[in-house]
């Protein structure tokens, strides 16, 4: 799963996401220690996929294209607290109504995390201001099967785990 200024200390939690420990995350990565994330993902009114691109910047895939936001969940924070810090700013308003899709526990390319999978729809006026920003791009089903199927490199390893387990389906829904 991609990272994203994410917070230094985070959980260490058991399989059944109970806290037991409070660490640096760089370090529960190096361990290969359950914890818990986050994954946000936007959609426009008529069930488009909202995507950014990485900023070039970015520590593990620069310039590709990403969901709209994912992340570790920060020790005492709640997984749409971490999504409402991802939600661009032209979008933050939506905050309050992002709702909880589905737990993903293992098996879905997110490794030893437990992530929350959190989705919101973006009233057109939004939407279209995203449209408009070059960092951001809305696709419907056929145009991400083509991006993934043609340009895999192009995009996030987040972005291409939610197009192989189709979350960005149930998000819809």
Request: aromatic share 4%; proline share 5%.
């Amino acid at each position: 799963m991609s990272t994203e200024s994410y917070p230094e200390r985070i959980y260490v939690v058991d399989a059944e996401n109970r806290p037991l420990a409070v660490m640096n995350a760089e370090q529960i990565h190096q361990q290969g220690l359950r914890h818990r994330g986050f994954m946000l993902l936007l959609t426009d009114r008529k069930g488009r996929l909202i995507l950014r691109r990485l900023d070039k910047s970015h520590p593990l895939y620069p310039g590709r294209w990403d969901i709209a936001g994912s992340g570790h969940v920060g020790a005492g924070e709640a997984a749409a607290e971490a999504a409402e810090r991802h939600l661009p700013p032209v979008a933050r308003e939506l905050g309050e109504s992002l709702r909880h899709i589905l737990t993903v526990t293992r098996d879905a390319g997110t490794g030893d995390e437990i992530v929350e999978v959190l989705g919101g729809s973006v009233p057109d006026q939004i939407a279209q201001a995203l449209a408009r920003d070059l960092t951001f791009l809305i696709v419907d089903q056929d145009e991400l099967d083509a991006l993934a199927s043609s340009y895999p490199d192009q995009l996030s390893p987040t972005l291409l785990t939610v197009w192989k387990t189709r979350l960005h389906r149930q998000g819809a829904s």
